[in-house]
């Protein structure tokens, strides 16, 4: 084995991009569970957004417009999750299992199409002066704009959250819905709204893999991105910076476990690539086990909203 | 607009209307997707639901793999029934489903080539333990640091696929194998291989295992106190706490009931049907279950029905796919979309649906 | 002369199987406090949701200050100025009181304007509050504040009060009526909801007499006793309990120094509670809801364990045992809340009955449950029980109120326990079933059984306590003959309003 192969300025820089998938992910689900709304189909909106934004991508030649189709997919798939558990009060957990599982089927689906192709390259930004600051500049600087992107939406869930009055009554809904219905406030519109913004923020997540980080279409490629953005909204404590922090150390795992299988670790490489989601559970049990109060889930999390009168 | 009305007692009707709804439904849609794919939907459909049962030319191939397919996909939704009516979520039963095969295979490969009688009824046992201590994971992560079930359950689906990967790479290759990928097969091992009991049935001991499931989940949910409990954690867990149910000791009989069937259907299947350990050995059988029990209704009768006609989705889906160049994810896709139309027109069994006039609150 | 604030004319609401108002018809006059009298079931909430634009009604009509009044949703009736202070489900405990606040408001100023307007407006009527604390760990008491505040920062015409004072103590009823007086006398009408007569003797101008949604009567409460309220309100005369007199036997029940963790996240701890129960004695346990009582239910039927000496049954240590072997023994109980924990909802009645009876009515054989057994025991629970249902078949959902708490008194008092703890026996339940199982649990205590009552109704425990005692803060009080307290010593017993003074400073 030979340590010497990995450079840290490289593993650090190609954390914020292993990390930036998940993240966005979570984010989108850390609101909708911010509204009392449990969505396990973030694994099947992430791949639909993987292989929309990846067709359009590669149809219009634009990462752009990729993106935003994928977006757009994401949202658009989450309203087969809003409708039964919104609308018509399906199980919530049972809902989000069927979006995933039908997610995975119509992405294969669309996707037969488009195997083995290449998608338009995404420019790096290059930020001046900053970028050329020696290991700072290539770890913070030199990257794609989806990750400043990613990084300003945190920064926006946060302050909206916590600041703005869209924010309150999303937590309201999300604590108490039957108080929230009572006081005039449309229980089900807001959380319909949240789950389409999660659905689109899994498919910008799911576009991130396909158009920049991979860069290419498989078949199954989230390869699971979706659940451990779920564990990590649960490790965030359904703070923002938290998820964002949770993130980066995924992003760090997987990195520096990839980096181990170049450098020739003497361990067979399927042991290698398991540790991401060895160590995702490890964290959840950390996590579950010390749970502080402020930290803990929406109160109505999950629960049927029906309003008698 | 609509308004919902709680009915007073769910309607007997509609639970066993609305899966023959879910599944005429899903016919439409269906073929509406295959339309969009090129594909005339009347035929699809007729390929799917119908040849594999009737048509002359293919019938006598694939009625026994009726059987064959449905047998898995039975086995692991009984026992993920137990805790769904529970509200404990196994979804991992894909990786239960794996390690259950990797035990029960490594007990066989281990002996290769002994005769023994004992083999095959050892692999058996090591596959149901495989299952259940695979499933013990997320059952003692539960109870003991409260951790999230589902997400567990499902994150070592990726752990017991990688550690497939590795052993049909490394400690169970076939040493005659030519250093291909994956364990020697089965069928060339006799007395460690499932075989099918009655020639041309598709039966294996896999299949009778799930029969046996069937009837002794139902005796347990109609008859037994176990049942009753089982129901109410699942309906009202205050209840059941007040009533004097352990919670935890539920989480450990329902993760492992689950774990255990699908280890053993996972052995079943690598000494059967699939013969050996490969990269690819799982099919998402441990997901379709999910379908199959949600189909099913989470009811024992109800999960042999509908593993029958979810098995008759795969073979129909691999003909169609030959007859006619059905692309092999439009059935998985087909299959999510059954569950959602499922999922949403249970509400039809709890609720009354009655127009509401505009504008009432 | 006064003027007309609010003028309902023939309001109609129908619910499948129930017309919850039948044209109802009143008028509430500016700087008025008009009460609404009425049973549990007589349409009172109904009416309520109407004017707060809740609920559209089928027919008739509002007028507010001469103007037709018809909000489409509760927003438009706020800005109307109709202000409303639930019974229940109206604040959020993760959030601070300034958010709470804010989120019943239509324009709320930024923050930190608001919170200094909270501590302001709050001090002005007596009734402070700190605007950055969370909900979650207020007292019932306060959480009414935070509900007031809310009203009142809104500038209210009509400010409506739903069951006010059901969790107060006496004393902070008291500073409510204060405040309420000093609302009234600002020219805000105020509609208060309630069932309790001297209540609405003490406060009230006016008062509309509801029944089986309609209006049975309109007078002066101040000029009618309580008793003719009363019949007014229920249409008949009600029977009191009798209680025969009885020596009390052996200790049957012992609690000695037990300390039990709180069963929720805002709930109270238990602290070093001592009491003994003896055969024939009922023991009233007073104190508002969430100082203890859930967990202290717990604790006795076993739902929550301990050190086995800390529970004792007939001198036998118990503590460590779950909930069925203490049924066995005969130690049995009946939680408050009756739709998803003493009984399941969707479940029928026959399951339901399976829920506490299987251990000590032998209904489960070698794991297997005998279900004609189970039903049998369930007709007869109907039956003895005056239980209005369509058979042991329905779910126990389909009940109403009342029924299903009669069901689930049956289902303990039937079992013939040695020790039975109930808590809120009797809420949201009507007179005459309230009355119903009352005179169930005296006649328990009347064939030797010792009895505890918990609850936050002191008419009630005091109609039927030997003993009493409070639970205040999860720490309970040294019992007292309930026969010659006084109210003021009652009072004293369940704390007053403590915290009022440490807010205060």
């Known amino acids: 084995m030979d340590l010497s192969a990995i450079n840290p300025v490289l593993l650090i820089s190609s954390l914020m991009i292993a990390a930036t998938p ?93 195997d083995g192709l290449i998608p338009p390259a995404t420019d790096k930004l290059h930020v001046p002066v900053l970028a050329d600051i020696p290991v700072l500049g290539p770890i913070l600087f030199q990257h794609d704009p989806m990750v400043y992107f990613t990084l300003t939406l945190t920064a926006v869930i946060w302050a909206v959250l916590k600041y703005s009055r869209a924010g309150l009554i999303i937590r309201a809904v999300g604590e108490n819905h039957d108080a929230a219905h009572a006081l005039g406030y449309k229980v089900v519109r807001i959380r319909i709204l949240a789950i389409m913004f999660g659905g689109a923020c899994a498919g910008l997540g799911g576009a991130y893999l396909s158009l920049i980080r991979v860069p290419i279409w498989t078949e199954g490629m989230t390869a699971g991105a979706g659940w451990i953005a779920l564990a990590i909204v649960v490790f965030g404590g359904w703070r923002p910076w938290r998820v964002l922090i949770g993130a980066y150390i995924f992003g760090g795992v997987t990195v520096l476990q990839f980096n181990l299988q170049v450098a020739g670790i003497a361990l067979p490489v399927q042991y290698l690539a398991m540790s991401p989601y060895v160590i995702t559970i490890v964290v959840l049990v950390i996590i579950s086990a010390s749970k502080s109060r402020a930290g803990g889930p929406p109160a109505a999390l999950g629960k049927i909203f029906h309003a008698s009168h | ?133 695979w499933a013990m994971i997320p059952a003692i992560l539960r109870t003991r640091f409260n951790t999230n079930e589902i997400l567990v359950s499902l994150l070592l689906v990726y752990v017991a696929e990688h550690i497939m990967a590795a052993m049909s790479l490394g400690l169970m290759r076939n040493p005659e194998g030519h250093g291909f990928p994956g364990s020697r097969n089965f069928q060339q091992y006799e007395t460690a291989f499932n075989a099918e009991l009655i020639a041309g049935s598709g039966m294996h001991w896999g299949v009778v295992a799930a029969f046996i499931a069937v009837i002794f989940a139902y005796i347990t949910m109609s008859r037994h106190i176990l049942g009753y409990q089982i129901t109410l954690a699942g309906q009202a867990p205050r209840a059941a706490k007040f009533s004097g149910v352990s919670p935890n000791r539920l989480i450990v009989f329902c993760l492992g009931i689950s774990g255990l069937l699908a280890g053993l259907a996972g052995l079943f299947e690598v000494a059967g049907p699939a013969g050996q350990i490969t990269t690819s050995f799982n099919q998402g059988y441990g997901f379709t279950a999910i379908i199959v029990a949600f189909l099913g209704r989470l009811n024992p009768v109800g999960i042999l029905l509908a593993g029958l006609l979810m098995a008759l989705t795969y073979i129909g889906g691999d003909l169609a796919q030959l007859m006619m160049g059905l692309p092999a994810p439009a059935i998985q896709a087909f299959q999510g979309m059954l569950l959602f139309f499922l999922l949403a027109m249970d509400v039809l069994s709890n609720f009354r649906i009655r127009l509401k006039k505009q504008g009432a609150a | 002369m006064t003027e007309n604030l609010l003028e309902i004319n023939g309001l109609t609401k129908a619910y499948p199987g129930v017309v919850a108002n039948d044209a109802v018809s009143f ?27 809740l609920v559209r009604p089928d027919l008739g009509q509002m007028n507010l200050l001469g103007k037709r009044f018809s909000p489409p949703e509760p927003r438009a009736a706020r800005a109307a100025g109709i202000a409303m202070v639930f019974q229940h489900f109206s604040l959020f405990e993760a959030l601070d009181v300034a958010e709470n606040i804010a989120l019943g408001m239509e324009n709320p100023p930024k923050q930190r304007e608001l919170a200094a307007r909270i501590t302001k407006v709050s001090h002005a009527y007596g009734l402070p509050l700190d605007p950055h604390r969370l909900v979650g760990d207020l007292s019932a008491g306060e959480r009414q504040r935070v509900e007031i505040i809310r009203c009142l920062l809104q500038e209210p015409k009509l400010l409506i009060m739903d069951e006010p004072t059901s969790v107060l103590t006496p004393k902070e009823v008291e500073i409510l009526f204060q405040t309420l007086r000093r609302i009234a006398s600002d020219g805000t009408a105020i509609l208060y909801i309630s069932h309790k007569l001297e209540e609405i003797r003490n406060i009230c101008d006016s008062a509309t007499i509801l029944r089986h949604g309609k209006v049975v009567a309109t007078c002066t409460p101040r000029e009618k006793s309580a008793r003719e309220l009363a019949e007014m309100m229920v249409g008949c005369t009600l029977h009191e309990p009798l209680r025969q007199a009885v020596e009390f036997g052996d200790v049957v029940l012992e609690i000695n120094d037990l300390n039990a963790p709180s069963r929720s996240q805002f709930g109270t701890a238990l602290k070093h509670i001592n009491m003994n129960v003896r ?30 000496g800390t529970t004792k049954f007939m001198g036998q240590a118990i503590g ?92 303990e008092v039937m079992q013939n326990p040695r020790v039975l703890i109930v808590n809120q026996p009797t809420w949201g339940v009507d007179a005459s079933a309230a009355a119903q199982i009352r005179q169930s649990l005296l006649d328990l205590a009347n064939n030797g059984a010792a009895v505890v009552v918990i609850s936050q109704d002191l008419d009630e425990l005091m109609e039927i306590s030997d003993t009493f005692c409070a639970l205040n803060e999860g720490e309970l009080t040294r019992p007292r003959p309930a026969k010659g307290l006084t109210v003021e010593e009652i009072g004293l017993m369940l704390g007053g309003a403590a915290d009022l003074e440490a807010v205060n400073v």
């Open chain 1, 22 to 114: 998940i993240l966005l992910a979570a984010l989108g689900e850390l609101v909708v569970e911010k509204s009392g709304v449990l969505n396990l189909g973030v694994e099947g909106m992430m791949i639909v957004g993987a292989i929309c934004g990846f067709a359009i991508a590669v149809q219009t030649g634009s990462p752009v417009l990729g993106f935003g189709g994928a977006a757009l997919a994401g949202a658009l798939l989450s309203l087969l999750f809003a409708f039964p558990t919104q609308i018509l009060l399906a199980n919530q957990v049972a809902s989000g299992l069927a979006l995933t599982l039908f997610g995975l089927g119509l992405s294969a689906l669309i996707g037969k199409n488009f």
């Open chain 2, 1 to 133: 607009m609509f308004r919902l009305e709680k009915r007073p007692v769910p309607s007997k009707a509609w639970i066993i209307a609305t899966p023959v709804l879910a599944v005429i439904a899903t016919m439409i849609a269906g073929g509406i997707m295959f339309a969009l794919l090129g594909k005339d939907p009347v035929e699809a459909i007729r390929i799917i639901f119908w040849d594999p049962l009737f048509s002359e030319q293919f019938a006598s191939y694939s009625r026994p793999q009726l059987l064959v397919k449905a047998g898995p996909l039975i086995l692991i939704a009984i026992g993920l029934s137990f805790g769904f009516r529970a509200g404990i979520w196994n979804i991992g039963a894909e990786g239960q489903y794996i390690i259950g095969a990797l035990f029960g295979a490594g007990v066989g490969l281990a002996f290769y080539p002994s005769q023994s009688i004992f083999i095959f009824p050892l692999m058996i046992i090591a596959g149901a333990f495989g299952g259940w201590i």
């Open chain 3, 27 to 53: 008028a509430i006059d500016k700087g008025e406090v008009h009460a609404l009298l009425g049973e549990n079931g007589a349409g009172k909430s109904t009416l309520v949701k109407m004017i707060y634009g």
């Open chain 3, 279 to 308: 055969a024939g004695e009922v023991l009233g346990i007073g104190g508002v809801a969430g100082n203890g009582q859930e967990e202290l239910l717990a604790a006795i039927s076993g739902e929550t364990t301990g050190k086995a």
């Open chain 3, 320 to 411: 460590n045992l779950g909930p069925n072997p203490r049924r066995k023994m005969g130690v049995l109980a009946a939680p408050e809340e009756r739709l998803g924990h003493s009984a399941a909802p969707d479940m029928s009645l026959t399951e339901n009955t399976l829920l506490t009876a299987a251990s000590r009515q032998n209904l489960v054989k070698k794991g297997f449950v005998d279900w004609g057994k189970t039903r049998k025991f369930a007709k007869k629970i109907i039956a003895e029980f005056d239980v209005r249902t369509p058979g042991a078949h329905t779910a126990a959902r389909a009940l109403s109120g009342g029924n299903l708490q009669k069901f689930v008194i049956g289902r």
